[in-house]
């Protein structure tokens, strides 16, 4: 990198695939002229991601593009398919295992569920407590004031730590899982739709609480997400992901006002906004085509206004449009160029409630 600091987090040439391998009535029926296969899911094709330290990245895309696979890839859950990790510029593959544990601690990552991530048979000062004390970090004996400090700090009575996750309501149990991942004082946090299942008001609270966290302790976060409104408000930086892969990324104020990919042009349009408001809702044509059998070039091109015959063969690569901006799209080429229409002005979303 020219001498630069490398990236925090980077991912290069990553791909997941879930494989359900036949079972034995499959095999039974292949021996008699049956055509049956494994099932492979491509949750994730081949993606290059670089977060640089102190930097929120907002992933955003429709259910089922592999977000939350990504997210977990880059926390180290689950093994790429295909392609490297590295933190802090080293591959993490190749670490010698004391290195390869701080480098594991110093990522964690907040689920979407904050109700299903928690133990209900631990209480919470076992629950944000545990590994901390594992990996030595604190003593036993320190416990109790290691974790009364975590849940002050983000904003619950340390007098409840004695208490079961079903004692708590869902924005106080989403505090304790932001608790829990603090304890082991990591750099990254990887949030998976971290305030989805909340209440906007206390959406609004545990955003700021993000933000409040970061300025204290210098965190990166990807903040994975389907709210757009969310993201934009959180990140300094959006990705835009669509069935396995990224077809833009760019500084949040410059995408959200001119985006460029079809797919993400798509999505801004249709964010409800008060300007618009005699405006009928249209979706994006037609259904996210099955990871089982990704269609081939372009994966947008069978939902895309402007598709032509290449994008049917050829997948585009993800380069850079301008300073900072990549996008995959055989719409950049010059020679291939057809300007689509021009996008209504990005909506001008607020966090409520923010205080």
């Not at 490398?6 to 494989?19: D, I």
């Not at 300025?215 to 934009?232: A, C, K, M, N, P």
């Not at 996210?288 to 050829?314: D, Q, T, V």
């Not at 020679?335 to 909506?347: K, S």
Request: proline residues 7%; neutral net charge; hydrophobic residues 40%.
């Amino acid at each position: 990198m020219n001498g630069a600091q490398p990236p925090l987090l980077e991912l290069r040439g990553v791909s997941k695939r879930f494989v359900k391998s036949l079972d034995a009535a499959a095999r039974i029926a292949n021996l008699f002229g049956a055509n049956a296969r494994d099932e492979v899911v491509h949750a994730v094709d081949g993606v290059d991601l670089a977060i640089r330290q102190g930097e929120v990245v907002g992933l955003v895309g429709e259910s089922g593009c592999g977000k939350s696979t990504l997210g977990r890839l880059a926390v180290g859950l689950y093994t790429p398919s295909e392609g490297r990790r590295f933190w802090r510029g080293e591959d993490v593959a190749t670490l010698a295992p004391a290195a390869r544990r701080r480098a594991q601690l110093a990522i964690q990552m907040i689920f979407q569920d904050p109700y299903a991530s928690l133990n209900p048979r631990m209480r919470v000062q076992d629950i944000v407590g545990e590994a901390p004390v594992v990996h030595g970090l604190v003593g036993k004996s320190a416990q109790r004031e290691y974790v009364a400090s975590l849940l002050e700090r983000v904003g619950l009575d340390a007098s409840l730590m004695r208490r079961f996750p079903h004692q708590f309501s869902g924005g106080q149990r989403a505090r304790i899982g932001i608790a829990r991942a603090l304890a082991v004082r990591p750099e990254f946090l990887v949030c998976d739709e971290a305030v989805a299942a909340l209440d906007v008001s206390i959406q609004a609270q545990v955003l700021n609480l993000f933000i409040r966290l970061r300025e204290e302790l210098g965190l990166t976060y990807l903040f994975i997400s389907h709210d757009l409104g969310v993201v934009q408000h959180l990140s300094d930086r959006v990705v835009i992901m669509y069935l396995g892969r990224v077809v833009e990324t760019a500084p949040t104020e410059a995408l959200y006002e001119q985006p460029n990919h079809p797919y993400t042009q798509a999505l801004l349009a249709e964010v409800p906004r008060i300007d618009a408001r005699h405006r009928r809702f249209a979706a994006i044509e037609g259904e996210i085509p099955s990871p089982l059998a990704p269609p081939p070039g372009c994966h947008f091109h069978p939902r895309c206004l402007h598709a032509m015959p290449r994008c049917k063969i050829e997948r585009p690569t993800l380069r850079e449009i301008a300073p900072g901006r990549l996008s995959a799209c055989h719409l950049n080429d010059g020679n291939d160029r057809n300007d689509p229409p021009p996008v209504a002005a990005a909506p001008d979303t607020e966090v409520a409630n923010e205080a």
